[in-house]
């Protein structure tokens, strides 16, 4: 068998090792048309069997309904930024936004290009290591964005929140297809497809088709959703192969039980890890309020510094890969994306274990 470590990379991240080995093993004829994914028209019956099967996998395993559009886009979640506020932002109706770390921050920046902003609570006071709550929004606004879960600092949304008739717009980058949720509950959701769902280059955006009808007309042709979601995703070249491995993600997905399969696995994974940091009598020191842990990014400091990099290098070394943490927060990350196996974890944990035992 093929050596494979344990990616705990934030993103891009681990893929189910099936999907990759049936892309490999496909990969120079596809399916006896004698040429390859990466150079088949986007315009073949193949092709199109690809994209319709990515949509209505979509549509199924995560529950998406009938009046919401399934759209693949480029430019990752960072063009959803502008886009966003582009076509739905609705002229003297501001947006409201929730701060909870850097990607709600980088929206926050583009959505004020397009109109006025209100940041209606931020945990920016303790360097993003909870999710706020009680909130107030204005209900006239245009729509409300909030990011589900916050790959740098390990926090994420428990339960969403209620913005009423105000359309809530979901940035699920870091945890989409994690947990079984109600989409009906959403104006819009979109994810990079890199962290929870497939390769970089192709972006999932999620629209309720009511929402389309609010871009401007003087939008460039390429910026407005309609464009897209007329054309099947497929007005220009799509991102071809990463929509082809995020189908086979899908797939995989399916067949291991489904968004409420994976939720219960990914549950196991997180009370590991957690209970591994909770019982190192302080050695690890998780950053996140407990309540308001993330189940695919969990962030942790060690004594020193010293120590977090002798940490990384010894993991390293037992196969355990990208467990350096991002540099707002220090310390280490372990990112247990849907794709981390229970062994992964496991193994994560025996060692944090050893290692707290032999440096403390
Ligand atoms: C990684 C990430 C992004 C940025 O995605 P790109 O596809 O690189 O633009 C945005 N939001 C969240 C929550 C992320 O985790």
Not at 64 to 78: C, D, H, N, R
Not at 116 to 132: G, K, L, M, T
Not at 180 to 185: F, I, S, T
Not at 243 to 263: D, H, P, T
């Amino acid at each position: 068998m093929v050596y494979r470590a344990f990616n705990f990379y934030a993103g891009p991240a681990t893929l189910p090792t099936e999907v990759l080995e049936t892309a490999q093993a496909e990969l120079l004829n596809y399916k006896g048309t004698g040429i390859s994914i990466l150079e088949i028209s986007h315009r073949s019956k193949e092709y199109d069997a690809v994209i319709n099967d990515a949509t209505s996998l979509v549509h199924e395993v995560f529950g998406v309904p009938e009046e919401y559009k399934v759209l693949w886009l480029q430019g990752g979640a960072s063009t959803q930024f502008y886009m966003v506020p582009a076509n739905i932002l609705l002229p003297g109706k501001g947006a409201d936004f929730v701060n909870t770390g850097v990607w709600a921050k980088k929206a926050i920046k583009e959505a004020k290009l397009y109109g006025d902003v209100n940041v209606v609570a931020s945990s920016e006071d303790r360097n993003f290591c909870y999710i706020p709550k009680d909130l107030k929004f204005n209900q006239d606004a245009s729509y409300v964005h909030i990011a589900s879960n916050n790959t740098i600092f390990g926090t994420q949304w428990q339960t969403y929140p209620d913005t009423g008739e105000v359309p809530l717009v979901c940035d699920m980058s870091s945890d989409i297809m994690s947990r079984e949720l109600d989409v009906k509950k959403f104006g819009m959701i979109f994810a990079g497809a890199q962290k929870n769902m497939g390769p970089a280059g192709v972006t999932l955006v999620i629209v309720r088709e009511d929402l389309m009808e609010r871009t401007p007309e003087d939008l460039p042709t390429m910026m407005k959703y309609k464009t897209h979601a007329d054309k099947n995703s497929m007005f220009n070249t799509p991102s071809c192969f990463a929509i082809y491995i995020s189908k086979m993600v899908l797939e995989w997905l399916k067949s291991n039980g489904g968004v409420a399969g994976i939720e219960a696995r990914n549950r196991e994974k997180g009370a590991m890890i957690y209970d591994a940091i909770d019982n190192s009598n302080g050695f690890y020191k998780g950053h996140a309020d407990p309540d308001s842990r993330s189940l695919m990014n969990v962030t942790f400091r060690l004594p020193t510094e010293e120590l977090e990099a002798q940490c990384v290098q010894d993991g390293l070394a037992r196969g355990l890969v990208g467990l350096k943490g991002h540099r707002s927060v220090g310390g280490m990350r372990a990112s247990i994306y849907n794709a981390m196996t229970v062994q992964g974890v496991k193994t994560l944990c025996e060692f944090l274990k050893e290692f707290q035992e032999s440096h403390q």
